[in-house]
């Protein structure tokens, strides 16, 4: 304190020490600056008051207010649940075939499946839904569909599954094994034929009536295939399980037939809606035709 003195050139007290000939001003806050350190001091005494602050054993205390960020959380997914339940509700009422009528449920719908996809299907067709053509997983982004591809076939398709037992709805179909059926020139030319349908070979005539004798009558005489039977298309270059001649022939001799689990019982039926609806966005999917019956003739809509 004895050291302190006035500077000449600023007319400010010093602070009353130095260090190598330099001395400090004690120079005066600014009057605003000081304002507002005091308004901060009260501003926190403030919400200490209003607000959760000192953290105790259990929990911190609660505040005047009454206000937590865990109270705020429970109010969010309250009202989270409570738009999903009203979605759900929609869901349940309309009919699948209808569902596109109502873009925004619709949306909402394939956002559903979407989450149920990643838990439930992307084991077998992967994460894209391109599935395995080495394991025999269909790809469901492309236009070929076994059973069908509007929303109510596929949803049929989700909840009863394919060979699958104790189900009486499930999808079945059956390739009979031709192993010893043919003789080498024989498959050869029904390979041939085979990869013709599709523009990949030139036309055999003895696979030509190979196919016409042993096959046109599930895959069609043009190779169309048959939704109803599940018999597949052969014309349309989409090959589940290859389109080397090796693959060909051996799906033949000894053909090797796809699960798929029924989902009826594993997943409740507003999910496999969704599921239906979220396979149905991924640039396959079909519109649904309701065919025009006779007044006289009961026509059954399931694809």
């Known amino acids: 304190m004895a050291n302190k003195r006035i500077d000449r050139a600023t007319g400010t007290e010093t602070v009353g020490h130095e260090w190598d000939g330099i001395e400090e001003l004690d120079t005066p806050m600014p009057r605003w600056w000081l304002w507002t350190f005091y308004l901060t001091i009260v501003f926190s005494i403030g919400y200490v008051i209003a607000y959760p602050a000192w953290p105790m054993i259990d929990k911190a205390t609660e505040g005047v207010l009454g206000w937590s960020s865990r109270g705020e959380l429970a109010k969010e997914i309250d009202a989270a649940d409570q738009a999903r339940t009203t979605v759900r509700e929609q869901l349940a009422r309309i009919p699948i075939e209808r569902l596109s009528d109502d873009s925004d449920l619709m949306q909402q719908a394939v956002a559903g499946g979407a989450a149920a996809f990643r838990v439930n299907c992307v084991q077998c067709h992967g994460s894209?839904?391109?599935?395995?053509?080495?394991?025999?997983?269909?790809?469901?982004?492309?236009?070929?569909?076994?059973?069908?591809?509007?929303?109510?076939?596929?949803?049929?398709?989700?909840?009863?599954?394919?060979?699958?037992?104790?189900?009486?709805?499930?999808?079945?179909?059956?390739?009979?094994?031709?192993?010893?059926?043919?003789?080498?020139?024989?498959?050869?030319?029904?390979?041939?034929?085979?990869?013709?349908?599709?523009?990949?070979?030139?036309?055999?005539?003895?696979?030509?009536?190979?196919?016409?004798d042993n096959c046109a009558a599930c895959h069609g005489a043009r190779g169309e295939g048959s939704r109803e039977g599940g018999a597949p298309r052969l014309d349309d270059a989409i090959w589940l399980r290859g389109s080397s001649r090796e693959a060909i022939k051996r799906q033949i001799l000894n053909p090797r037939m796809g699960m798929m689990p029924k989902w009826e019982g594993r997943l409740d039926p507003v999910t496999i809606k969704m599921l239906a609806a979220y396979v149905h966005s991924l640039g396959g999917g079909e519109d649904f035709v309701e065919v025009a019956a006779d007044p006289e003739v009961e026509v059954d809509e399931q694809p």
């Open 128 to 212: 894209g839904a391109a599935g395995s053509q080495e394991l025999g997983y269909p790809n469901l982004n492309d236009d070929d569909w076994l059973w069908g591809g509007d929303l109510k076939a596929i949803e049929y398709t989700l909840t009863h599954g394919i060979r699958q037992a104790g189900d009486d709805e499930t999808r079945t179909s059956q390739m009979p094994a031709f192993a010893g059926a043919f003789d080498a020139r024989q498959l050869d030319a029904l390979v041939d034929h085979v990869l013709s349908l599709s523009g990949k070979a030139e036309e055999n005539a003895l696979g030509a009536q190979l196919f016409a």
